[in-house]
Structures are given as structure tokens and as C-alpha cells.
């Protein structure tokens, strides 16, 4: 059944830290009917979910907070809908945290949906025959490092909350395009079979997954492909209909552009074969879409079409992979590189000596500004300045450690005018995928209102 003819859908972020107020722009000045916030990458969701081992109470996106209060008594007194993949390890966590902002704002009676059922890690061994795509091993080969695992759950969950009246949806692992295509979904009456519709709706929802990168973000090259204001870049607003072709725009007076060619940067963002994009709700075809300019900032989308959905589903496995350990230093003056390039030396014998084996390393030289800036240094023959970089990649937290100190000690055992280490170490959460039976993936909606 179609509630409606057309809906306007903003993209509020396109990724976790991303800016903050484009969204409140399109809120005030949009005249959007849902805000989607698309916050998750492969790896952040095994991040959170180290969080949540920690504290149970964790595990979705730390900025939820900080999005939502802004726009929320807003949308509520416009009637815009939230959507967003910022539940992530934690999705029922994340609604208690919501309710808990709605009420502190005085807000009454909004609806809060969280979809849960997408993280698969206890049943992770039930697969443990499965292949892993990047490195030919089985999943049983990843199980005792394994610190999340989470299948793409496409739109169906959410338009599920969204006829159970939810106002806000928190979801964890979703595939991009799916935030933006249940929203069409559920205002047009489209079936979750119905390939051809649900196509052209992936085609939308992947041009907005990455906000302001359709709008100029990403896309400048001075000279070349110029983007006014990039400091107030607008993030995208969709205008779709029930029948006919989507308009790709932004807030009037925002910064940024809409062009046939961020358009066509954005379609062509991350994917490996255009007439065969594989999402959970249908398998897209991007190969004939094509782009007219119809007013200023305003791109129709004409084209686009989908095939059966697959019968799997992607599941993302994070587990812990090595430690990463880095030193910097920086050499300023005449010989800058030739003492940097020293440095370097001194490291990796230093190491030799010691006796410890990297799996990968590099030793880089960077930049000519980072010190005195450009000024100093322009029409000399050689940069002024450069800084060196020490970084390493070890399954030992103790080795990785050693190569921040045998860089830290440069300053009094190295080349003259050494200055401004650092030193760290970080742990890899290493991502690997394989695919699951769709049916052995089980979702459930939790929809709880303010106030009740």
C-alpha cells in the first residue's frame, strides 16, 4: 500500500566522524521527511564490540549522543524519521541511551525501534567449515582470535519498525544502501521481491551512503574540479517518487555542488563490478544509470535496475590480528634529509642488533612544512624540514613497543637537531568475510516509546 507519492531522505553522516551540523542543516532547512545517519565501516563494529566485552552497557557509536540531541525535538515536531547503523555492537543500548536524551529534552511519546539479530558471534562456530574469502582458510581457523561477527542485514528489519509506528531506528550491521532503500520501501508499498524497484532504490541509497561525498566532498581538485565552500558543504537530500526519476540535491545556500560528475565519482565509489552490486535485498545494476543536470544542485538519476537477491549472507569477522608500533621524528636545517635518512639506519640496525623480526615494516620521510611551514623552504634546493617515520607490524605487543623506543632514543643518540618524537602502539583488529545461509540469520525488532 503507498502512504505517499514522494519523500525527500537527507544523509545526516557518512561516516563515524563525520561533521555534526549538516545534519542539523537539513533538519531546519531540508524539508526532508527521514534523516539517515550511516556511521559504520567494516572494522568500527568489532571495535564497539570490544567496548561492549568491557561494559556491557557499550557498544554502539560513543557520538549517538551528540547527533541525536540536536535534531531530536525537531524531527519529532516536523515528523522526520530517524534511521541509523549507529547501534552497532549494541543495539538495544543504543535505545536506552535515546530514551534516555528524549527524556531529558522534555520529548513525549516518540517511538524508539532497535534491530538486533544481526551479530552472529556465539553461533560463529556453526560455520566453522566455512571458506574465508580473502585468505582461502576456514572460519575455524579464526575462531579463538575472533572478537565479532556480524551479517549484513538488509531493509526488511527496518521497515518492519517502521510499520510498527518506530520514529527512530537503531540497527547494527546494515548494508549501506538498505538505510535509505526501507524508507521507499515502506512509504511506496514496494515488495521485498519486487528486484526491478528495489534496484533503482539501491542506486539512491548508495549515491547518498556517503553524504557529503556527492555533494563535493572528496571530489575537489583545485583547478581542476572546483567546490565552492567546502568549509559549509551541504550533505545530499533525495528526492524520490513512487513512480519516476530521483533528484539528487542539497539544503539551498549550502556549501558544495551536485553535479552529473560528483554523481557519477560517488556510483562508482567502492564498487567492483557496476552491473552486479550484491546487497542483501537484490543484486543492482548500476551499468546503465546515467545523470542530467535539471537546475542548479539538482541531478536527476535516470537508470537502474536489480536481479534476485542472493541466498547468502556477508558476514564480517573481526578478531585480532598483530600490533602496529611507530616512532617519529623530525630533522629541521641544512641536511635535513641526509641526518633524517641517518636516523633510519640507525633504527634498523638498532632492531638487527636486538634481534627483533617485523612481519612488515617501512621507514618514510615525511613532508617539507610540518615545522616552519612552506615559506622557509620554498626555492631551496633541497626541503628544509622533514620527518621521519619508523612503523612496524608484530604479533607482540612487547616488540611493536621497541620500535617507538629505539626511535624516542634518537634524541641523544642520533644525528644532530633530532626533535618532536613520538612514539605509540595500537592493536590491529584484523577483517575477513564469509557468507552464511540467509535463513540462519534470525532478526527481531524491539520497539520501546518515551514515556510508556
Not at 580473502?134 to 579463538?144: A, C, I, Q, S
Not at 557496476?274 to 541531478?299: I, K, N
Request: overall charge negative.
Amino acid at each position: 500500500m503507498r502512504r505517499r507519492d514522494a519523500i525527500r531522505i537527507g544523509a545526516g553522516a557518512g561516516y563515524g566522524g563525520d561533521r555534526f551540523e549538516p545534519a542539523i542543516e537539513l533538519v531546519e532547512k531540508g524539508n526532508i521527511d527521514y534523516l539517515v545517519y550511516e556511521c559504520m565501516a567494516e572494522r568500527t563494529i568489532a571495535l564497539y564490540q570490544q567496548d561492549k566485552l568491557r561494559d556491557p552497557s557499550l557498544g554502539y557509536n560513543p557520538q549517538l549522543e551528540r547527533r541525536l540531541a540536536p535534531v531530536l525535538r525537531a524531527c519529532k515536531e516536523k515528523g522526520v524519521k530517524v534511521i541509523t547503523n549507529m547501534g552497532a555492537a549494541n543495539p538495544e543500548g543504543a535505545l536506552r541511551k535515546v530514551k534516555d536524551v528524549a527524556t531529558s529534552l522534555g520529548i513525549k511519546a516518540l517511538k524508539v525501534a532497535a534491530i538486533v539479530g544481526d551479530d552472529v558471534l556465539d553461533r560463529l562456530p556453526e560455520f566453522s567449515e566455512s571458506p574465508i574469502l580473502e585468505t582461502g582458510l576456514k572460519v575455524r581457523d579464526y575462531l579463538e582470535r575472533a572478537v565479532s561477527a556480524n551479517a549484513y542485514l538488509g531493509a526488511e528489519p527496518i521497515v518492519e519498525a517502521l510499520e510498527a509506528g518506530a520514529e527512530v531506528i537503531l540497527t547494527g550491521r546494515v548494508a549501506d544502501p538498505s538505510l535509505f532503500l526501507a524508507p521507499m520501501m515502506y512509504e511506496f508499498g514496494w515488495s521485498a521481491d519486487d528486484w526491478e524497484r528495489l534496484g533503482r532504490g539501491t542506486v539512491v541509497g548508495h549515491l547518498l551512503e556517503c553524504a557529503g561525498q556527492v555533494t563535493g566532498g572528496y571530489f575537489a581538485d583545485p583547478g581542476y574540479k572546483d567546490v565552492p565552500r567546502l568549509w559549509e558543504l551541504g550533505f545530499p537530500i533525495a528526492e524520490v517518487p513512487a513512480e519516476g526519476e530521483p533528484i539528487i540535491t542539497k539544503p539551498e545556500g549550502s556549501g558544495g555542488i551536485v553535479t552529473p560528475a560528483t554523481c557519477k565519482e560517488q556510483l562508482l565509489y567502492e564498487i567492483h563490478d557496476p552491473s552486479a552490486y550484491f546487497t542483501p535485498d537484490c543484486v543492482a545494476d548500476f551499468s546503465g544509470v546515467h545523470f542530467e543536470q535539471v537546475g542548479p544542485d539538482r541531478v536527476k538519476v535516470i537508470g537502474g535496475w536489480g536481479r534476485e537477491r542472493p541466498r547468502s549472507l556477508k558476514v564480517s569477522i573481526g578478531y585480532r590480528d598483530s600490533f602496529i608500533g611507530e616512532g617519529q621524528i623530525s630533522y629541521a636545517g641544512s641536511g635535513a634529509i641526509n641526518r633524517a635518512r641517518l636516523a633510519a639506519e640507525i633504527v634498523r640496525r638498532r632492531l638487527e642488533l636486538r634481534g627483533i623480526k617485523l612481519d612488515e615494516s617501512r621507514f618514510d620521510l615525511i613532508g617539507i612544512d610540518s615545522l616552519h611551514g612552506d615559506w622557509i623552504s620554498r626555492g631551496k634546493g633541497e626541503p628544509y624540514e622533514v620527518r621521519l617515520r619508523v612503523v612496524g607490524r608484530t604479533t607482540s605487543k612487547a616488540v611493536a613497543m621497541a620500535i617507538g623506543e629505539e626511535v624516542e632514543t634518537l634524541w641523544t643518540n642520533g644525528p644532530a637537531g633530532g626533535g618532536g618524537a613520538t612514539k605509540s602502539v595500537r592493536e590491529v583488529i584484523g577483517i575477513v568475510s564469509t557468507f552464511i545461509p540467509r535463513e540462519s540469520v534470525r532478526t527481531r525488532v524491539v520497539v520501546e516509546e518515551v514515556g510508556a
